[in-house]
């Protein structure tokens, strides 16, 4: 590689949505049924080779979702590059918490510092966003525990479009299931696609 790019990330979101395990996930390519929940935080670093050119040096940020553990959250997302919000698909209550997530990041990081979805884009075959800015924090949602639908779709789909409408700062919505491995290296790659190489 001719040049290493350090880009963080955070995740975020309810107790047992399935956080940790997305990340397992992406570094062991396993999973387990009996997870023990987060305490303070976690973290990990992965590094992905881009166009053979680009080492990306990922540094994730895992944090806890139960409640007590919440005033230390600031700490992680304040110098993040990427915030990935995740709820459950079954469990609409992780989902309403994902609500509580933006609110927090748009108070805390400022709405200006925050990337606005490019809708243009969707109906190109480029994938990269033309108003892509890595000085500015980028908001993906992810619901989790897709193989729990068993094909179905999720209960609260309408409440979960209605959500990505009403913010633009979503730039991107997943659903994924880190027991299946559906979507988890799809997840990361579009993020190390996104990095501005500039
Ligand atoms: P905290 O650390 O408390 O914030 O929870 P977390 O979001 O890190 O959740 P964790 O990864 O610990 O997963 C909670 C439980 O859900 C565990 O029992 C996992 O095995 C299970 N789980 C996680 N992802 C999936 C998934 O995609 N499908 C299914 N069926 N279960 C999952
Ligand atoms: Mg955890």
Not at 40 to 67: H, M, P, V, Y
Request: charged fraction near 25%; include cysteine.
């Amino acid at each position: 590689p001719k040049r290493t790019v350090d880009y963080k990330i955070v995740l975020l979101g309810e107790s047992s949505v399935g956080k940790s395990s997305i990340l397992t996930r992406l570094q062991n390519n396993s999973f387990d049924d009996n997870k023990s929940s987060t305490i303070g935080a976690a973290f990990i670093s992965k590094k992905i080779i881009r166009n053979e050119t680009d080492l990306i040096n990922l540094q994730i940020w895992d944090t806890a979702g139960q409640e007590r553990f919440h005033n230390l959250t600031p700490l992680y997302y304040r110098n993040s590059n990427t915030a990935i919000i995740i709820f459950d698909l079954i469990h609409l209550d992780s989902f309403k918490k994902a609500e509580y997530w933006i609110n927090e990041l748009e108070t805390y990081i400022g709405e200006e510092s925050i990337q606005i979805r490019n809708d243009i884009d969707n109906n190109n075959n480029n994938n990269n966003n033309n108003n892509n800015d890595d000085s500015l924090m980028k908001i993906i949602l992810v619901g989790n525990k897709l193989d729990l639908l068993n094909g179905k779709t999720c209960n609260f789909e309408n409440q979960i479009n209605e959500f990505i409408k009403k913010h633009s700062k979503i730039v991107k919505y997943f659903q994924t299931s880190a027991k299946e491995n559906i979507q988890i290296i799809e997840l990361f790659k579009y993020i190390t696609d996104n990095i501005d190489d500039s």
